[in-house]
């Protein structure tokens, strides 16, 4: 009898320990950690990982852990959507992804038919929130804001340049570029040229024979830093000294890397920066320690989490629709990137965009800083 009552006790010990394993509160994190766009993953990967970290040590959410489960879309939309339905899976409720507006808008479909709130740190495209979804949220702004931001920016500080407009042919690269374009246009300034490029080639000696035959002074590419930096490098291999200007999707050290000498004098929109926040402060101080720059879409993905946690404390609840309910109630969230509070498509309330230049630093490295 004493063995049978000790086996019962070890049973129902494993069924509490597996009953504590199942309570944990799953963090799902997508996005870009191979491929091209690898920088940004790793920027997201550590936002959520030091959040979750941070929110732990702190006493987790209504009494229960965070852990994180990383899937890697390799900025495919097919492969952000397997990952969206292996999330949906492994029970996944709360999703910090994705990178791309083009693998963020397939993927949000799964998540929205599963009960999972999604929230992006990165995908600025209209349509992610325009579908009038309940689950999607972005800790950034849209390619709406940032497009008429750096149209303005043209109208009045760049008058009487020529302005060539280059596309990647991605939902977000065309997206902004276009943005930016209807703002140029609605202001009287005509582009030179427009002109659309595919990713992931090598060589983009054709557009910029177009570029240096349109007389272009500036180039504004929407599209991310990898073909940017060798669009710039071969401008100046072949003697066109237009800059370039863009948008978020510049905003990597890894520009520099790929652009080399040519990315001083470039321009680009992003948010505030968010490592100059007094919030902010004890963040990058535990990034540092780790030797991590939380540079770019970093604290934008640790705010992502810090949502999650807020909006679930205010309704009482880990429902991911009644957490969903709490953040469109236009309540205000304290972040690492400043105060957040949403509309009901899931946008930001206030818009987020300034212009920063790529310039050399005292050590002579190239950094981007807000103008």
Not at 98 to 122: M, R
Not at 290 to 309: D, G, H, R
Not at 321 to 338: C, N, Q, R
Request: glycine letters at 12%; hydrophobic letters at 40%; aromatic letters at 8%.
């Amino acid at each position: 009898m004493s063995k049978l009552w000790f086996s019962g006790l070890v049973i129902a010990a494993g069924l509490g320990l597996s009953g504590v394993a199942q309570a944990q509160v799953k963090i799902g994190m997508a996005g870009p950690i191979t491929g091209p766009s690898a920088a940004t993953g790793a920027q997201m990967k550590n936002g959520v990982d030091q959040a979750v970290e941070d929110i732990n040590a702190a006493g987790g959410v209504l009494g229960q852990k965070l852990s994180v489960i990383v899937g890697d879309d390799v900025s495919d939309p097919k492969q952000g959507v397997s990952i969206a339905n292996k999330f949906v899976g492994d029970g996944v409720k709360f999703v910090v992804g994705n990178f791309n507006s083009g693998v963020s808008i397939p993927s949000s479909e799964v998540y929205n038919e599963n009960g999972v709130v999604q929230i992006t740190p990165a995908s600025t495209n209209p349509i992610f929130t325009e579908r009038k979804l309940w689950n999607v949220f972005r800790t950034c702004g849209r390619d709406d804001q940032q497009g008429e931001v750096a149209a303005n920016f043209i109208v009045s500080k760049l008058a009487g340049k020529k302005i060539a407009i280059v596309h990647d042919k991605t939902t977000y690269g065309k997206g902004l570029a276009d943005e930016t374009k209807k703002g140029m246009n609605a202001k009287g300034v005509t582009e030179v040229l427009y002109e659309g490029v595919n990713t992931g080639e090598k060589d983009y000696s054709a557009i910029v024979s177009k570029i240096k035959q349109s007389g272009a002074d500036i180039v504004y590419f929407g599209g991310l830093y990898t073909e940017g930096g060798l669009i710039v490098r071969q401008m100046r291999d072949q003697g066109v000294k237009a800059l370039m200007m863009g948008g978020d999707g510049l905003a990597a050290a890894e520009f520099a890397s790929v652009g080399g000498p040519g990315v001083e004098g470039a321009l680009m929109t992003f948010g505030p920066d968010p490592t100059r926040r007094p919030q902010a402060a004890a963040v990058v101080k535990a990034f540092e320690a780790k030797k991590i720059n939380p540079e770019s879409y970093t604290l934008y993905s640790y705010a992502a989490v810090q949502l999650i946690k807020q909006a679930a404390e205010q309704a009482k609840s880990l429902d991911p629709k009644k957490v969903a309910e709490v953040l469109h109630s236009g309540a205000s969230f304290d972040t690492v990137i400043g105060p957040l509070s949403y509309n009901a498509k899931g946008d930001r309330t206030d818009a987020d965009y300034v212009v920063y230049v790529w310039k050399k630093a005292a050590d002579g490295k190239l950094i981007y800083e807000q103008m």
